[in-house]
């Protein structure tokens, strides 16, 4: 959202004036007659500021500033009045107020005064938001388990696609979490207190899509006894997300589409138009585009749908995460199971490494659940020698690494008396799988 200005004044040609004083200089303006239509118009993450004459019925400008303080009082306010004194215009300052403008006044001193409350304003929103970041940095990493470079960059790139609207596309394996990094789009955005509406596209017969997609009106079929909402209206202000999108029937396709175009549908059996705001989060196994040049998905919507692509890496591309996963999905068995997980031996955490995870997350899932209940070992591996080796060589020194910094706080001398490795060697370790102290180091360190 932009920068705004509000401007505020009873009296229409004051509004009429500053608004065109303003918007000639570039800002984007919006007038409001009252102190109420103001307030209503304003938010905690309002990316403006407030110009408001002080002289106005009922509410006046000092009432205003009041409540605009107590909503947030780093939302600056000019104030604007013909009959300012002294005594006023330290009064308003005391209350909050960025500052105070006598009436008459000139175009250059309103617009030197909103430059400057923009520019403050601006620096709050960028503190926020780089706050916000943070805080979701480490909420998303609980989400998203994972000390590889791969989910690191996935969970930056989902932090990032969160805070906008535009429609995604995720990319992955069976098992790989696709439904998960949805979640997580729709958890850390602005939508996160709406609705959010799953729906697999492979798991609805095509007899009934419509209906479980768009609702139906009372009567429209047989067996249609009672209106019901479809998924797409139930996630009204909030996030629809289709797995297995590619196996959406062309029929249904095309209705989507127009939803998507109009952001409006219609129930099965009425003509009524009914408004939605949504955001369509999908995901698919295969490439929509070779999917639309097969004649079996339309290009079209597939450019609708696609607007921002995320890949979730599978399992066998980050075998540093497993152990990681591996322990938390076991742990969590054993107390859901009210007992505890019995360790792991070395030799079962290298089968864990070495096995390939054709079904990824689900499947490793699978694996710990068991070996929490002891039913069995984790899978053996599938491949022992050359690459695979170094692969499991690979993860097993990543894991090493982490710990250790972990445990030392980012105290690379400490890690190096632990690990016994000379501060060259640690150096170059840290740099090839992606390793930085700053991440270790406890909270206010640098």
């Not at 859901?336 to 689900?362: I, K, Q, T, Y």
């Amino acid at each position: 959202m932009s920068a705004q200005v509000i401007v505020v004044d009873d009296e229409a040609a004051i509004r009429e004036a500053v608004q065109q004083w303003l918007q000639l200089s570039g800002f984007e303006v919006r007038t409001c007659a009252s102190a109420a239509e103001a307030l209503a118009a304003v938010d905690r993450d309002f990316p403006g500021i407030i110009v408001s004459d002080v002289r106005m019925p009922g509410s006046d400008g000092l009432q205003l500033l009041e409540r605009l303080v107590e909503l947030d009082r780093d939302l600056p306010v000019i104030l604007v009045t013909g009959h300012g004194d002294v005594p006023m215009a330290v009064q308003a300052l005391r209350q909050g107020a960025y500052d105070f403008i006598e009436k008459p006044f000139t175009p250059e001193r309103l617009l030197d005064s909103v430059r400057r409350a923009l520019d403050k304003r601006r620096l709050v929103c960028e503190n926020r938001q780089l706050r916000r970041q943070v805080a979701d940095k480490g909420r998303i990493e609980s989400q998203l388990i994972g000390i590889s470079r791969p989910m690191e960059n996935l969970r930056r790139q989902i932090l990032e696609l969160a805070g906008t609207s535009v429609n995604v596309l995720i990319r992955g394996e069976t098992g790989s979490g696709k439904e998960r990094v949805a979640r997580c789009l729709h958890d850390f955005s602005p939508r996160a207190g709406k609705a959010f509406a799953a729906l697999n596209c492979a798991a609805i017969p095509e007899t009934i899509f419509e209906s479980e997609l768009f609702g139906h009106e009372s009567g429209a079929f047989t067996g249609a006894q009672a209106r019901r909402i479809g998924r797409i209206e139930h996630a009204d202000g909030g996030t629809l997300f289709l797995d297995e999108v590619e196996s959406l029937p062309l029929a249904q396709q095309v209705k989507l589409l127009r939803v998507l175009q109009e952001k409006t549908l219609e129930r099965l059996g009425s003509n009524k138009s009914i408004q939605v705001d949504l955001r369509v989060i999908s995901a698919a196994k295969p490439d929509l585009l070779d999917e639309a040049r097969a004649g079996r998905f339309r290009e079209d919507l597939v450019y609708r749908l696609n607007v921002a692509t995320l890949h979730i890496p599978p399992l066998r591309e980050r075998r540093e995460d497993i152990p990681l996963l591996f322990e938390h999905f076991a742990r969590s068995a054993a107390e859901r199971h009210g007992r505890e997980a019995p360790p792991l031996a070395p030799s079962e955490l290298a089968r864990l490494l070495g096995h390939d995870w054709p079904g990824n997350v689900r499947e490793l899932i699978n694996a710990a659940e068991r070996h929490a209940l002891g039913l069995s070992s984790p899978p053996p591996a599938e491949r022992f020698a050359g690459q695979a080796l170094a692969q499991q060589m690979e993860a097993f020194e990543a894991q090493c690494l982490h710990n250790a910094l972990l445990q030392c706080q980012g105290n690379i001398t400490a890690v190096m008396e632990m690990l016994q490795l000379p501060r060259r060697t640690l150096n170059e370790k840290m740099q090839r799988h992606g390793l930085a102290r700053g991440d270790y180091l406890p909270s206010g360190e640098e």
